[in-house]
């Protein structure tokens, strides 16, 4: 049986080795629960704690929690910080300062170090010349850039001025960018001319043209191009300009602008249950404090670890796990720009010897894709590869299944490094729940118990507590320093949907979870909004069933839903209902290609339906709703055992049973 199946009952428990128990910075369960007890009994006493032990503040806060305006929390308040003077500045003159802060391995595998001093400079010329085109505090920066040293600086010199970053994947396209453009009302990009994955060059700059060219995108006065590759690509006078132009004549010295601890950091779009993405806004101070103190936390970093997260820094990890928390900690990160197949599935293994990456972190989809190509070429698996470097290895997306949890942890980790199953999101910010390495017991499957000063419970849909054992709606009942402020622009929606009234005020997480009986450890099983998580990115059904229905010369209706599957997790399944009768065998295909083709451009590539269904009508009740449940069943290719006699059309149930 394929070690990617969903079969396995794993009930053993793998307690922290000595070794690692004595060496870590949480040192044991007594440490761990002396550090939850003491966030129980002195809740503000403890972040405040925190926040000046792991923050480096031009003016201290005098106030921790600000609660006079819930759920628009405050955190240290009164405090001034900069973001890239925590990550950056704060090294100078100590030994950190000629230390490698990335190492960077290009797609054909080049590599390319910059010290942490190399980097302060980097970052302050980029600031220097950002600043020279008008950029100031409190300003929208779109940034769409590949994996990439210049990508982290960019990020890191918006800090610096306190303009506020948005980072837009590199796989989303024209018009998704263009949404953000518009809702985030950014004054610039910063973009490259290609990216490069997999020995193929992609265009970026193309597509932000597109985007500028949809319209209304008048706010954006400037476009900065990072030239990647030596390809020519069109630019426009006056707009556009190289990184070269920017930063010329420019100074490497830019001191940091000092802003309140609440000031925005960045924004980030995630998907939800509307067709709309939503703008989490991130602060400063209480972001940067969890994204240093989980490195700590979490992943235990040593100043000797080489520490990997090879997520993208279009996404919340790539923010905080390589943008902001390693730095924050003065270590040696790799950042990669390619993928974990090219030129072959080895190439993550290789990388880890390598580089004698110690720290790894990574997400299950990509741990399951690689067991299936070990699984079919002996040449690829782990076990070819020098990984003794490795002390830690985690994991993070989307919940981890037990067989991948087992391969990961005996065949990359070597039975001896634990397995640290990060549970979190776009809008936490920050790790939530999950095993510190030298203390806590893992169970293959579980993200095991909340870090100290984070309150989980589960509850019922009325907000009532539920005991271990039940399933129900994960919440926190307390906020936390690293949590979402609001939704840009929208704080009706941000208090709709985190806050809704029968949680009692608690923040609602979207997810379902459930705790062992015993020792209530934390198991969440997925969402419980219209979100699919696909290969460890969340996509919103209804942002794919309004693209697909904006493809108006050919569909009248479309519902979308999730299916298991065994590499990515879960994938996309639209049913379509067209303007002309249902197709069938080769049209029924070109058309399927059309319609995939058509979401690519219209979201990104990361929101192509993997399966089409095509159907006279969807399955309705009585009263017009499509009903859900079946179209799931349909979609794993089950037989309907439902009861649809409230179905107004039962006769379509067959039709829509047809993948293409
Ligand atoms: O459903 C949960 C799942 O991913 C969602 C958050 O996605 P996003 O905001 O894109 O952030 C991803 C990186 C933190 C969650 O609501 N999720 C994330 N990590 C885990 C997880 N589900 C189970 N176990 C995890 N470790």
Request: charged share 25%; aromatic share 10%; glycine share 8%.
């Amino acid at each position: 049986m394929s070690a990617i199946q969903t079969i396995l009952v794993e009930n053993r428990v793998f307690p922290p080795s000595e070794a690692m128990v004595k060496s870590a910075h949480v040192s044991g369960m007594e440490a761990y629960r002396a550090l939850y007890e003491e966030s129980e009994r002195d809740f503000e006493g403890f972040w405040g704690r925190l926040a000046k032990e792991h923050l480096v503040w031009a003016k201290e806060p005098t106030q921790v929690l600000d609660e006079s305006n819930k759920p628009f929390y405050k955190w240290f308040a009164d405090g001034e910080l900069n973001a890239s003077a925590n990550c950056l500045d704060k090294h100078m003159g100590t030994p950190v300062e000629h230390k490698t802060a990335i190492i960077f391995e290009a797609d054909g595998g080049e590599v390319t170090k910059i010290t942490y001093r190399e980097l302060l400079d980097r970052v302050s010329q980029f600031a220097n010349g950002l600043k020279a085109h008008g950029i100031k505090k409190g300003d929208r920066v779109l940034i769409y850039l590949p994996m990439s040293i210049e990508g982290v600086v960019a990020m890191q010199a918006c800090a610096r001025l306190g303009a506020i970053h948005s980072v837009v994947f590199g796989g989303f396209s024209a018009r998704s960018l263009q949404e953000r453009i518009i809702d985030g009302g950014a004054v610039a990009v910063i973009t490259a001319n290609f990216q490069m994955r997999g020995g193929r060059e992609m265009a970026l700059k193309a597509i932000v043209d597109e985007a500028l060219a949809l319209g209304d995108c008048e706010s954006i006065k400037n476009v900065f191009v990072y030239e990647r590759t030596a390809s020519t690509y069109p630019m426009t006078a006056g707009r556009d300009k190289t990184f070269a132009q920017l930063l010329e004549g420019q100074s490497t010295d830019c001191p940091p602008v000092m802003v309140d601890a609440e000031h925005p950091l960045y924004i980030l779009y995630t998907s939800g249950s509307t067709g709309k993405p939503k703008g989490v806004q991130h602060s400063t101070g209480g972001y940067l404090l969890q994204a240093k103190l989980t490195m700590e936390w979490s992943f235990d970093l040593k100043p000797e670890d080489v520490f990997w997260c090879t997520a993208d820094i279009g996404w919340v990890t790539g923010h905080t796990y390589v943008t902001y928390g390693p730095l924050a900690a003065g270590a040696t990160e790799i950042v990669f720009e390619s993928v974990p197949t090219y030129p072959d599935a080895g190439r993550f293994w290789q990388m880890i010897e390598r580089h004698k990456c110690s720290v790894f972190y990574t997400a299950p989809t990509a741990i399951r894709s690689l067991i299936k190509a070990a699984e079919t070429n002996e040449k690829v698996h782990p076990k070819n590869y020098d990984l003794s470097s490795l002390r830690i290895i985690g994991s993070v997306g989307e919940p981890i299944n037990p067989e991948a949890w087992v391969w990961y942890y005996t065949n990359v980790g070597g039975e001896r490094c634990p397995v640290v199953d990060t549970y979190w999101q776009t809008e936490t910010g920050a790790h939530m729940i999950n095993p510190l390495p030298g203390a806590t017991p893992l169970v293959p499957g579980s993200c095991t118990l909340p870090l100290p000063g984070i309150f989980p419970a589960i509850v019922d849909e009325a907000g009532e507590e539920l005991p271990d054992g039940v399933g129900g709606l994960l919440v926190y009942k307390r906020p936390w320093p690293s949590m979402v402020r609001t939704l840009w622009g929208d704080p009706e929606r941000f208090k709709n949907t985190y806050f809704p009234p029968e949680m009692k005020g608690w923040y609602l997480a979207g997810d379902a979870a459930v705790r062992t009986i015993g020792d209530s450890y934390y198991r969440v099983t997925g969402r419980t909004d219209d979100v699919l998580n696909v290969s460890g990115h969340r996509m919103g059904t209804m942002e794919i069933e309004s693209a697909l229905v904006a493809k108006t010369d050919l569909v009248a209706e479309a519902a979308v839903v999730g299916r298991p599957d065994d590499v990515t997790g879960e994938a996309i399944c639209a049913f379509v209902v067209l303007k002309r009768p249902v197709p069938e065998g080769d049209e029924a295909k070109a058309i399927a290609k059309e319609l995939r083709d058509w979401v690519s451009k219209e979201i990104g590539p990361i929101a192509r339906p993997k399966d089409i269904h095509f159907g006279e009508n969807l399955p309705k009740t009585r009263s017009g709703k499509i009903m859900r449940r079946l179209l799931r069943t349909l979609a794993k290719g089950e037989k309907i055992t439902q009861d649809t006699t409230t179905l107004e059309n039962p006769a379509i149930l067959a039709q829509l049973g047809q993948t293409y």
